[in-house]
């Protein structure tokens, strides 16, 4: 297990009905005006915005209002909201959404009291801003990214179609208030991308060369399979409040960095997949969905015993001698836990065209993680080449 430094200082507000709570647990932490950030579309046709709104009215919080987020959100967006935080002198940025709006609104929080492009931080790899973040408080509507209760954020550049992110311990928020009573109205395919984005914040951490890691292996290992278990559930009853419950609380822990502390991190899947999503305007977790496989059957071989983990604690299989079987049919059933769900498993499902710039996609992957070497790679269990992730994104074209 390697050295790590962990603080997580979220106030963490779960319960059916909490969302109604959002002024009164604000009260204390703000003086001045917050900015409500949201996207659109389902906060106000279910009467969400308007019941955040009277809540923090009765708290005497006053505020002003940024909506249009949209999927894989945009710095434009972002550079809006800076502005209009700056003139009104905010002083807390409240997200009323799921993982795009609050990486959104974690965009503007960083970008506000700095004075370089907010895109300088994002694109410039290790870049520390000058000052720190405002503080930003999230009412969650989707589980999924996990950004309630992480230190990170990505956004889309629709200018240059580039997709990246950027993470400051003080963009951790201060305030989420989880409500699974909001997750009733959601389709199912957005539970399917969500729990797919989850499992891969997952994966991302489980399999590295790390050794002596049986507490977070068996934590990582326990909350895979309730992402599953309660999305299954959720596939035939999206009513079932229990299992959102349980599914959002997987989401952030699967990305809150707990089961990340003392282990190298891969990130090689997310890195394929936001150049799809940033090029392709491709949902998140759909994109995860057709790389992970591919990317597993590319690499597990420089790790095998990792993997047989995961396919016998996780997937159910049986353990044998035989490790490629074991790890093949892990894979398998993982495929047909996507299709279960109704998840695409090739490009050309994702709609992807058949003369898409494969090469070019890699190439911009592999700088993004490695931006100074003559040869870039994709971290992981094994360095990801721009020819091999080239050859990943061809293998799941059909």
Same mark, same amino acid.
């Given at each position: 297990?390697? &050295? @790590? ?30 900015? +409500?950030?949201?996207?659109? !579309? ?5 009467? +969400? ?13 006053? /505020? ?39 990486d959104s609104a974690k965009g503007i929080a960083v970008g506000v009291p700095n004075h370089c492009d907010v895109w300088e931080l994002y694109s410039c790899k290790g870049s520390v801003p000058e000052h720190n ?15 309630? &209760? ?15 992110? @950027?993470?400051?311990?003080? +963009? =951790? ?5 989880? %409500? ?22 997952? @994966?991302? =951490? ?21 992402? #599953? ?10 009513? %079932? ?16 960095? +707990?089961?990340?502390? *003392? ?23 759909? !994109? ?16 095998? *015993?990792? @993997? ?12 044998? =001698? ?12 993982? =495929?047909?836990? /996507?299709? %279960? ?5 090739? #490009?050309?499902?994702? *709609? ?17 993680? %490695? ?8 971290? !992981? ?18």
């Amino acid at each position: 297990m390697l &050295n @790590f430094n962990y603080c997580n200082t979220t106030r963490y507000v779960y319960g059916p009905g909490e969302h109604l709570s959002t002024g009164a647990q604000l009260r204390p932490m703000v003086n001045g005006k917050i900015l +409500l950030h949201y996207g659109g !579309g389902s906060v106000i046709r279910t009467g +969400l915005l308007d019941r955040i709104r009277k809540s923090l009215d009765a708290a005497g919080i006053s /505020y002003v209002e940024l909506g249009g987020v949209k999927p894989n959100p945009s710095v434009a967006l972002v550079r809006e909201g800076i502005t209009l935080c700056r003139q009104e002198g905010v002083e807390l940025v409240l997200a009323v959404g799921g993982g795009s709006v609050i990486d959104s609104a974690k965009g503007i929080a960083v970008g506000v009291p700095n004075h370089c492009d907010v895109w300088e931080l994002y694109s410039c790899k290790g870049s520390v801003p000058e000052h720190n973040p405002l503080p930003v408080a999230t009412v969650l509507t989707l589980p999924a990214a996990g950004s309630e &209760n992480s230190p990170n954020t990505v956004l889309t550049d629709e200018a240059t179609m580039r997709k990246l992110g @950027f993470k400051h311990m003080m +963009l =951790r928020p201060v305030l989420s208030i989880v %409500d699974p009573t909001l997750f009733l109205t959601l389709p199912q395919a957005q539970m399917a991308y969500g729990a797919c984005d989850m499992l891969c914040h997952i @994966f991302e =951490r489980y399999f590295t060369n790390t050794t002596q890691t049986d507490l977070t292996d068996a934590l990582a290992e326990a909350t895979m399979r309730t992402i #599953m278990h309660e999305a299954r559930k959720l596939n035939t009853n999206l009513q %079932d409040a229990d299992a959102w419950g349980q599914l959002a609380l997987s989401g952030t822990i699967a990305h809150n960095d +707990l089961l990340g502390l *003392g282990r190298e991190q891969s990130w090689a899947c997310h890195g394929l997949e936001h150049e799809l999503s940033a090029v392709y305007d491709v949902p998140h977790g759909a !994109g995860l969905a057709v790389i992970v496989p591919a990317y597993m059957e590319a690499v597990w071989k420089y790790n095998p *015993g990792i @993997f047989a983990q995961w396919a016998v604690n996780v997937m159910g299989v049986a353990p044998h =001698r035989d490790t490629a079987a074991v790890v093949q049919k892990g894979i398998s059933r993982l =495929r047909s836990w /996507y299709r %279960d769900l109704k998840l695409p498993q090739t #490009m050309q499902e994702l *709609g992807i065209p058949a003369d898409a710039d494969y090469a070019a996609m890699a190439q911009a992957a592999c700088r993004v993680y %490695d931006r100074e070497a003559e040869h870039p790679a994709l971290p !992981g269990v094994h360095p990801v080449t721009a020819e091999e992730a080239t050859a990943i994104y061809k293998a799941a074209a059909i």
